[in-house]
C-alpha cells in the first residue's frame, strides 16, 4: 500500500511553518536535546549552529553520538502507519525532513570553514562526519524499504538545491554549483553522493581555499544564498533597498514572515502613507533578518571582527545627521530584542557567554555628502559600526576612515567594545562613469563629422535595441547621454557603437583598428578602481604607514598601543562594485582587506581560477603590486579619475599630522565637492529610485492588508 499517495512532500515541507522561538527557552537537558528539540521546533540551521562554538571543542563526538541517537529514535517514530489521517502523515513528514536537514546542516558546518573558525582536531571533524553519512544513509534505505523510494531525501535535496538555484535567477556561483551537484547525484546512494559532491565543489572552491589560507577575506553583495558562502569563509554582506526588493523577489515567502509585524502595528493599517518610511525599515528588517542570523556564529567568534551585516539608511536623509542617527538607532534596538532571543537558542548552556543580541551590523553612510563625516563618527562612538559608501575617490575613503577612527577611540575611552567598519571602493561605479563620459566624448566627436545627426543617433539607438525609449526622448542632449549610459552601453566595444564611430571616421575607417582602439580605452577606465583601491589601501595599512597610524591615534587621542592597534585592525577597505575577474583577484590581502562579491562575479572568480594556467599563489597581497604604469598615465589624463586618484587639500592637511609621505598630487576632490561628483549623483539617483520603488511595494502590501481585515471585521 503507497502510504503517500496524493501527497506532494515537497509542498508539504516548503508550507511547514517554524514554532515562535520563546524566552524562557522550554526545558533541556543538555546539548543533544537542545540541538534535536531545537531542529524539531524547525530551525535545524539554528540547531546546527549551537555546536559552532570553542567550548564544544573535544566534547563534539560525545555530543554529535547523542544526537544521532536521539534524531534516529524521532526518524523511525515518524514512520507513516496504516490509520495515520492527512495531518499526521504530514507532522510526520517534516519531522523526517528537519531530521535529515539537521544532520546536512552539522555536516556542512564542519566541512566548511566554521570548523576552523572554533578549532575542531580533524580527529573529532572526520568521526563526526562518517556518523552523520552512516545515519543519512539508513535513512534513506529505511525510506526505500518503507515506500520503494527514498521521498523525503530527494525532497529534501531539492529544496537545497532549487533555493541555491534561484540565487540571480541562475545566474551566481551557487545557482552553477548547484547544478554541478545535482548532475552528479546517484540515485542508489542518494544522500552519499550529495554530501560528498557538495564537500568537493566547496573545499576546491577558490574562496574556501583563500580564507583557509587567510589572504583575504569577503563578503556577498547580495541578500540571499548566505549560509552556503559562509561555509566558503565569508564573513560580511552588503545590502541596499535594490537587493532587499530582490529578495523578496526571489524568497515571496518573505511576505508572509513582514505580514506578522504589519499586524502587530494598527497604525500602519489605519494610515500607511504616513508610516511609509517606517514600514520600509521593518520591510528591509525581516528581509535582511536570515543575514544577521546566518552570520551570528562568526560574529560571536571573532568577538564582533566579522560577521557584520551592512545596512543602508534612508537615501532619502543621507544629508541629514540627526534624522540619519535616530534611524539608526531605531533600526539598531529593534533588531537587538529579536537577536537577544535568538542568542538565547544560539548560547544555550555555555557558560563563557559574550553580551547576547548585540546586533551584528554596520550602517552603510553615504560618502555623497559632508553629513558622512559626522554621522559616520557618532554611529562608531557608540559600537554601532559603519560601511562607509557611495564612494569613489582616495580622499573619500581616507578621510571617512578617519572618522571612523575617530568615533571608535572616543567609544574605547568609554569602555565600549568596537565593531569592525568597512570603507567601501566601488570601483565598479567609478569605471561605469568614466566610460559613460568616455562614451559620451566620443559620440559627440562623432556627430561633429557626420551630415545628419538624429538619423545618426536614431541609426545608433536601433542597432542598441533600445529605439523605442531613445523615441521618447525631446532633448538632443538627453539622447546622446542616455545611448551612453551603462544600461545602454556596457562596453565601449559593443559592435552596434563600434560600427558607429567606425562610420564616423573620429578613430579611422578600419572596423578593426577602431575596434582595437576602444578594447584598449575598456581595457584602460578598467583598472580605474583597482589603481584608487590601492592607493587607499597603501596610504592606511602598508607596512611602512601602519605604524604612523598607530602613533597618531595614540596621540591624538590619548589611547594605549594595544587600543590604537584595534582601531586599525578592525577597518577594512572594501571593495565593491566589481565587473570583471581582475577587480577580484588584482586586489587581495592578507590584513583590513574584506571583498564583497556579486553572485555572478563569485562565478567569473570561480570559473578562471579553474583554468589550467592559473595559480592562486600569484596574487596573494595583490593589492601591493604595481601594475602597468602606462595605463596610469592614460587614467591620468581624465578629469574625474584626476579626483579620485589624488588627494584633496583636506586630506593632505591629515597625511602631514601622521607623517605619511609621497607624491599625492593635491586634485583630489575636496569634502564640499562630494554631492556634486559624477559617480556620487548617479549612484544617489539609482539608490533613491530603488528605496522609493520598494517602499511603495511595502505601503501597497500594507494597504492590501488593511483591506483584508477590514473585509474580516
Known amino acids: 500500500m503507497n502510504l503517500l499517495r496524493g501527497i506532494d512532500i515537497y509542498q508539504v515541507i516548503k508550507g ?21 528539540k531545537t531542529a524539531l521546533m524547525g530551525y535545524p540551521e539554528l540547531a546546527a549552529d549551537h555546536l559552532l562554538h570553542k567550548e564544544m571543542v573535544g566534547k563534539l563526538k560525545d555530543v554529535i553520538s547523542a544526537i544521532l541517537r536521539q534524531s534516529n529514535l524521532e526518524f523511525i517514530n515518524a514512520r507513516i502507519r496504516e490509520g495515520d489521517d492527512l495531518e499526521v502523515k504530514k507532522k510526520k513528514i517534516i519531522t523526517r525532513y528537519r531530521c535529515y536537514r539537521l544532520l546536512l546542516e552539522i555536516f556542512f558546518n ?34 526505500k524499504e518503507e515506500y520503494n523510494e527514498p521521498k523525503v531525501a530527494w525532497a529534501t535535496i531539492k529544496i537545497i538545491l532549487d533555493d541555491m538555484k534561484r540565487i540571480r535567477k541562475g545566474e551566481s556561483m ?27 565543489k566547496l573545499q576546491n572552491n577558490i574562496y574556501y581555499k583563500l580564507s583557509l589560507m587567510k589572504a583575504c577575506k569577503f563578503g556577498n553583495d547580495y541578500a540571499l544564498g548566505l549560509r552556503w558562502l559562509r561555509h566558503l569563509g565569508f564573513v560580511q554582506v552588503s545590502t541596499n533597498p535594490v537587493l532587499a526588493a530582490i529578495a523578496y523577489d526571489e524568497k515571496p515567502e518573505l511576505w508572509d514572515s513582514f505580514k506578522e509585524v504589519v499586524l502587530e502595528h494598527p497604525e500602519w493599517l489605519k494610515d500607511p502613507e504616513k508610516y511609509a518610511d517606517e514600514i520600509a525599515m521593518e520591510a528591509t528588517r525581516i528581509g535582511l533578518m536570515e543575514n544577521f542570523l546566518v552570520f551570528r556564529v562568526p560574529f560571536i567568534l571573532s568577538n564582533y571582527h566579522d560577521g557584520l551585516v551592512s545596512y543602508q539608511l534612508n537615501p532619502n536623509i543621507a544629508s541629514n545627521v540627526e534624522r540619519s542617527l535616530e534611524d539608526a538607532l531605531k533600526f539598531y534596538m529593534r533588531t537587538q530584542e529579536y537577536l537577544k532571543i535568538y542568542d538565547s537558542y544560539l548560547l544555550w548552556g555555555y557558560s563563557e557567554v559574550q553580551e547576547k543580541g548585540r546586533p551584528n551590523i554596520v550602517f552603510k553612510v553615504a560618502g555623497a555628502y559632508p553629513a558622512a563625516l559626522e554621522i559616520a563618527e557618532k554611529l562608531n562612538e557608540r559600537g554601532m559600526g559603519t560601511n562607509i559608501t557611495v564612494v569613489y575617490t582616495v580622499s573619500q575613503e581616507v578621510l571617512l576612515g578617519v572618522s571612523e577612527m575617530k568615533g571608535m577611540a572616543k567609544a574605547l ?42 538619423e545618426f543617433l536614431e541609426e545608433l539607438a536601433s542597432d542598441l535595441g533600445v529605439l523605442e525609449d531613445f523615441r521618447k526622448l525631446k532633448d538632443f542632449d538627453e539622447k546622446i547621454k542616455f545611448l551612453c549610459k551603462k544600461k545602454v552601453l556596457r562596453k565601449l566595444t559593443n559592435p552596434a557603437f563600434v560600427k558607429a564611430i567606425t562610420k564616423s571616421g573620429i578613430l579611422g575607417k ?5 575596434y582595437d582602439e576602444l ?68 586586489t587581495l590581502a592578507s590584513r583590513n582587506m574584506t571583498h564583497t562579491e556579486f553572485p555572478d562575479q563569485q562565478l567569473r572568480v570561480l570559473l578562471e581560477s579553474r583554468k589550467k594556467d592559473f595559480k592562486l599563489i ?12 602606462e595605463i596610469l598615465n592614460e587614467l591620468m589624463k581624465r578629469e574625474d579619475f584626476v579626483k579620485a586618484y589624488e588627494v584633496s587639500p583636506e586630506l593632505a592637511k591629515i597625511l602631514n599630522e601622521v607623517g605619511i609621505k609621497g607624491d599625492f598630487g593635491n586634485r583630489g576632490l575636496r569634502v ?38 477590514s473585509t474580516i471585521s
Not at 522550554?26 to 537542545?34: I, S, V
Not at 578600419?510 to 577602431?514: A, G, H, I, S
Not at 575598456?522 to 580605474?528: D, P, T, V
Open 16 to 36: 511547514a511553518k517554524p514554532e515562535k522561538l520563546t524566552l524562557p527557552i522550554p526545558p533541556r537537558t543538555d546539548h543533544a536535546d537542545h540541538v534535536v
Open 110 to 143: 564542519l566541512i566548511g570553514i566554521e570548523s576552523k573558525w572554533v578549532g575542531f582536531s580533524d580527529d573529532e571533524v572526520d568521526f563526526s562526519l562518517n556518523c552523520i553519512i552512516n545515519t543519512l544513509e539508513a535513512w534513506e534505505n529505511q525510506e
Open 174 to 200: 551557487l545557482a552553477y554549483i548547484a547544478r554541478e551537484v545535482e548532475d552528479s547525484l546517484n540515485k542508489d546512494r542518494l544522500m552519499y553522493s550529495f554530501v560528498t559532491s557538495m564537500k568537493d
Open 413 to 454: 575611552k568609554r569602555g565600549i567594545k568596537i565593531t569592525q567598519v568597512y570603507i567601501t571602493n566601488m570601483g565598479g561605479r567609478l569605471e561605469d562613469h568614466l566610460r559613460e563620459v568616455e562614451a559620451e566624448k566620443l559620440l559627440r566627436d562623432a556627430l561633429s563629422k557626420v551630415e545628419n545627426s538624429e
Open 510 to 514: 578600419d572596423e578593426k583598428k577602431v
Open 519 to 586: 578594447a584598449r580605452r575598456e581595457r584602460i577606465i578598467g583598472f580605474a578602481g583597482i589603481y584608487v583601491t590601492q592607493r587607499v589601501y597603501k596610504i592606511l595599512f602598508s607596512p611602512e604607514n601602519r605604524p604612523k597610524w598607530i602613533n597618531y591615534l595614540q596621540e591624538k587621542f590619548g589611547l594605549t598601543r594595544e587600543q590604537a592597534e584595534e582601531i586599525l585592525d578592525k577597518i577594512d577597505v572594501l571593495p565593491a562594485s566589481k565587473r570583471k575577474t581582475i577587480d577580484t583577484i588584482l
Open 618 to 629: 600569484d596574487y596573494l597581497e595583490s593589492v601591493m603590486e604595481e601594475y602597468d604604469g
Open 672 to 709: 564640499s565637492e562630494w554631492p556634486n561628483y559624477g559617480p556620487c549623483v548617479k549612484t544617489m539617483t539609482q539608490f533613491t529610485e530603488g528605496y522609493e520603488r520598494f517602499k511603495l511595494k511595502c505601503v501597497e502590501f500594507v494597504k492590501k492588508i488593511a483591506k483584508e481585515v
